[in-house]
């Protein structure tokens, strides 16, 4: 007999923080009467086994460190932290005993998304290059060692690179790459195990060959056993397990799991006395495992899980999938980030928090946020750093492998313009200036990289992006390497940035956007797309556009600009001017409205300063229609168009459209807080054109010496403290004695007007009201009031003297306690753990080889041999002596990465002699270290655990139980807590 307690949601701990800040703050406790949350699922039942009474439980926790719904949040952050995140623990109390086995779910942690109307087969796109999603990467690797000391990987991802599959097997091919690259990170095993392909047609015998390849892990990392409140055994690991959408493959691996370690726990406590009690708790948990796979599926993806077992009920979720993921989850979305956020974030002030505070301190006051970031020049200095941002309109692209021009090359234009504008100039009288320095960050343009065409503009092509992209980035790593940050394409308007490598660990929270302008905003053959992130402590934003064409469609560009500065925006609410750099480039289709033959004329003589007295951008600008605020180099070069193809020759067409400068390059520079004198935009190094002749028009390129923050954390400490001694009480209130006190007088009237007067000059006052006590307690609406309050003490106004104290006389103390709330409360499963070395980013840097085998190079893939079909899963794995043989660990190397399923080989920490199992891609072996800190299985001295066996899966029992789940004891030794009154 079972009964259970089925499909209880916990809301116990943690998320909603930002609702307690307030009461806090004010000194008010919550403890009791304001329930703190967590967002997960838990299952209790209590189950009959002979003589035995055993309450069970399935337990999940969702991590709100980077919370959200299917296709919103994906992959990692900047933090680290990984999109459905999710711990689940079974438990088992009979008596006075308790065990319990921790598992833990994550998506790939890599910045990857899902754009676009998912329907059926779902495309995945990386959202930043390889090198920079090493550092999340890396950070997320330590958060595991961190909360659990060891920890082996299970990627269930998909190895096909034919099919709908394809981008799975990319990511997965990515996400083994990195590990890889992280050579600190090298004892933790890398699992691959193709679901899909090895439980083809429900057929689960396979996951015996998963099973025989973590069996050794398993076992070492172990399970939690206490009795009478004393722990016996502890968890030193666990299994990480993931998939795409780490759901419903996840959810089959964790309940297989979790079910081989029930064995051992039952045998720890005592209960493998007769197999049908074994049989009854595996047929409990078997279907708690099921409930709690439904559970978490609907946190994440609204439905419960697809499990194979119903091809109607599986149907029926998949289409209510797809309709609440694609057209109902953007309100999920805005209502979690408000409900953990509180709408910190949506401000000013709270944007420019974010930049230069740490994360728990974004939530403090906004008088406490607005002491210390107008004080941004005590605790950060200047970053100096060189930007390159071009422009290139290539009329379609399709004569960019043209053999008419095959010498010229792109580094003409990005990397030796400022040098082939110098040996052009036939005169050179000035000196020349020290400007060779590195650039940092290129930005690069392009316009009508695909034929603007009624099937382009509804669906346009990416295969010119990629290859454009692999171009740019071979070129500009001619002298020294660049990594591609992150691309984003708007039919023809593309747009990339690329930096150096060593920048990456530095650059947070980049994001795209794009505005339509074409046919009223409905089509995006015009329109303008955005790529911006975070460098240090200074935000910038990189825009490309191409505005309306036509010789007098001044007011259609004008509109263009107007649209796209209001509609480009980024996460938590920024607009395209709030960024501190705003760099903006493109064909913006400005003409010269000056005659035909007296441009050329001009232009013969290169009397630029005439024409640019008719040019229709600096004309609007001038007259703050466009581009207020933006500074642009000298123009001192011919018009960017238009040209006849390969040739010199302005447009000898029938139209002869007049010469201009339509490709341009701006720069804003967001002023902040108190301006000193020496305050300037920037430094424009250089502004010119390049010769290359595939198009009717001609690259630009400019280049910005600019200087970002960086924050110096021990000055920031420092500055912090004073300004908590300076914003005064957080809750603003003083508590006033007058001495004699007040009466019903005509004398005491006007001591209360006088006294009015005076507080009212130390700031403004919300709430004024006398004690039962006599006292005179007042509320200001900013601390600085109550500070200014203290400074009466003693004094005397018309005959009485005051005594002023605050309110809370700790105020100090309650400040640092709301900011304290935001900070990580996790508790790692080991109390003690080493930390891992630091992480040396150059050498790791240096281990990703992603040449031929490039998982973003489509070109490539086309080029290689078909892959090789997958062994049959049916084919035994190698025995010896009735057990599975284990090569021996050997010495991680540096590897090649190869795609495995390709004819070229791959091998991840692997001797010759061993070979993976059949039907199993390669796998990342490692034994643990000789010293980890678990106990072997003959120091355990537990009962022998029979044989398994697996019955049929019963139907769900019934009922609820009447008992409550008792508390479960401290893993760390200590008493169990009583429960709360």
């Not at 607005?370 to 390159?388: G, M, N, Q």
């Not at 052009?424 to 650039?439: G, H, I, K, M, T």
């Not at 509804?458 to 591609?484: H, Q």
């Not at 169990?976 to 009154?981: D, I, K, Q, T, Y």
Request: aromatic share 8%; hydrophobic share 35%; with cysteine.
């Amino acid at each position: 007999m079972e009964t259970s307690h089925s499909g209880l949601k916990l809301w116990l701990e943690d998320a909603n923080k930002s609702f307690h800040s307030y009461f806090i703050r004010f000194g008010i406790e919550t403890n009791q009467w304001l329930v703190k949350i967590t967002c997960g699922s838990a299952e209790i039942r209590t189950v009959y086994a002979g003589h035995l009474q055993a309450k069970t439980a399935v337990i999940s926790r969702l991590s709100c460190e980077r919370v959200g719904t299917r296709f919103n949040v994906r992959g990692v952050n900047d933090d680290g932290s990984v999109a459905n995140f999710v711990e689940t623990e079974q438990l088992i109390y009979v008596d006075n005993q308790i065990t319990s086995f921790l598992q833990v779910r994550g998506s790939i942690p890599l910045f990857w998304d899902q754009p676009g109307v998912q329907v059926g087969s779902h495309k995945v796109r990386m959202s930043r290059g390889p090198e920079a999603s090493l550092p999340a990467f890396d950070r997320h690797m330590r958060s595991m060692k961190k909360r659990y000391g060891t920890f082996a990987i299970v990627n269930l991802l998909g190895a096909s690179l034919v099919g709908a599959k394809e981008g799975e097997a990319k990511l997965s091919t990515l996400f083994q790459s990195h590990h890889q690259a992280c050579t600190h990170h090298s004892q933790v095993p890398h699992v691959i195990f193709d679901y899909h392909e090895q439980c083809r047609g429900g057929n689960l015998k396979n996951l015996q060959k998963l099973l025989d390849e973590l069996k050794n892990y398993i076992t070492d990392y172990g399970f939690f056993h206490s009795k009478d409140g004393t722990s016996i055994l502890s968890q030193n690991g666990v299994i990480r397990t993931n998939c795409l959408d780490c759901l419903d493959r996840t959810n089959c691996i964790q309940n297989f799991f979790g079910l081989e370690v029930l064995l051992k726990q039952l045998a720890a406590i005592g209960a493998t006395e007769k197999q049908q009690n074994i049989a009854r708790f595996e047929e409990v948990f078997r279907q708690m495992w099921i409930n709690n796979g439904n559970e978490v599926s609907k946190m994440y993806a609204g439905t419960g899980a697809i499990q194979g077992g119903s091809k109607l009920i599986d149907g029926a979720r998949s289409a209510a999938r797809t309709i609440q993921n694609n057209l109902l989850d953007g309100g999920k979305q805005e209502a979690i980030e408000i409900l953990l956020s509180g709408g910190a974030y949506a401000s000013e002030l709270g944007d420019r928090a974010r930049l230069l505070l740490p994360a728990n301190l974004v939530q403090g006051s906004n008088t406490f946020l607005r002491a210390i970031c107008s004080r941004f020049p005590e605790y950060t200095h200047p970053v100096p750093l060189r930007i390159s941002a071009a422009t290139y309109n290539v009329n379609g692209g399709n004569h960019f492998r043209s053999v008419v021009y095959k010498n010229v090359s792109l580094a003409d234009w990005l990397l030796d313009a400022q040098k082939l504008s110098k040996s052009r100039s036939l005169v050179d009288v000035e000196e020349a200036p020290d400007n060779e320095d590195e650039v940092d960050i290129y930005a690069i343009g392009f316009e009508e990289m695909v034929d603007l065409n009624a099937s382009n503009i509804m669906a346009a092509s990416s295969e010119n992006a990629r290859s454009w992209a692999i171009e740019l980035e071979k070129v500009l790593s001619r002298d020294r390497k660049y990594g591609l940050l992150t691309s984003v394409q708007l039919v023809g308007v593309c747009l990339y940035v690329f930096v150096k490598p060593e920048l990456a660990p530095y650059i947070r929270e980049v994001s795209t956007d794009t505005v339509k302008t074409g046919l009223g905003g409905a089509a995006g053959n015009k329109g303008g797309v955005m790529i911006r992130f975070n460098l240090h402590s200074t935000s910038f934003a990189f825009v490309c556009s191409h505005f309306a064409a036509g010789q007098s469609q001044v007011k259609e560009r004008n509109d263009d600009y107007t649209e796209i500065a209001r509609n480009l925006s980024s996460p938590f609410a920024r607009s395209l001017h709030s960024h501190d750099y705003v760099i903006w480039c493109g064909d913006f289709n400005y003409r010269i409205d000056m005659e035909r033959d007296t441009v050329k004329e001009t232009i013969f003589e290169g009397d630029w300063p005439s024409m640019l007295e008719f040019d229709q951008l600096k004309a609007n600008q001038n007259r703050g229609l466009v581009f207020q605020d933006y500074i642009e180099g000298e123009i001192n070069f011919p018009p960017t168009y238009k040209y006849d193809l390969f040739s010199d020759d302005y447009d000898t067409s029938e139209k002869c459209r007049i010469p201009a400068w339509t490709d341009r390059v701006l720069l804003r520079r967001r002023k902040f807080g108190d301006i000193g004198p020496d305050w300037s935009p920037c430094k424009v190094v250089f502004y010119g054109r390049a010769e290359l002749k595939q198009s009717d028009h001609r690259p630009v390129i400019a280049t910005f010496d600019v200087d970002a923050l960086r924050v110096d954390e021990d000055a920031r400490e420092d500055v912090i403290s004073d300004v908590i001694r300076r914003v005064g009480p957080q809750d603003g209130t003083v508590e006033i004695q007058v001495i004699p006190e007040m009466g019903p007088s005509v004398a005491d009237d006007g001591f209360i007007n006088t006294f009015k007067t005076e507080m009212n000059m130390c700031g403004e006052i919300a709430v004024m009201r006398r004690t039962q006590e006599g006292k005179v307690c007042i509320t200001f609406k900013e601390g600085f009031g109550a500070l200014a309050a203290f400074k009466y003490h003693g004094k005397e106004i018309n005959g009485r003297t005051l005594q002023v104290r605050p309110l809370n006389t700790q105020w100090e103390v309650i400040t640092r306690k709301e900011l304290a709330l935001f900070s990580d409360t996790s508790l790692p499963l080991i109390p003690t753990l080493t930390s891992a070395p630091s992480f040396d980013y150059a050498s790791t840097l240096a281990a990703i080889k992603l040449s031929s085998n490039d998982p973003f190079n489509d070109e490539n893939e086309r080029q290689k041999d078909p892959p090789r079909r997958p062994a049959p899963p049916s084919r035994p794995q190698p025995v010896e002596n009735g057990a599975p043989v284990v090569a021996a660990a050997q010495p991680p190397t540096t590897l090649a990465l190869t795609n495995p399923l390709t004819t070229s080989t791959r091998t991840i920490n692997e001797s010759p002699e061993s070979k993976p199992p059949s039907g199993l891609a390669p796998v990342l072996k490692k034994s643990p270290p000789a010293n980890a800190p678990f106990v072997k299985d003959d120091e355990r001295k537990l009962p022998p655990v029979p044989p398994r066996k697996i019955p049929p899966v019963p139907a769900r029992s019934q009922g609820l139980s009447q008992t409550a789940f008792p508390p479960v004891p401290s893993r760390n030794n200590t008493p169990p807590v009583p429960p709360r009154a």
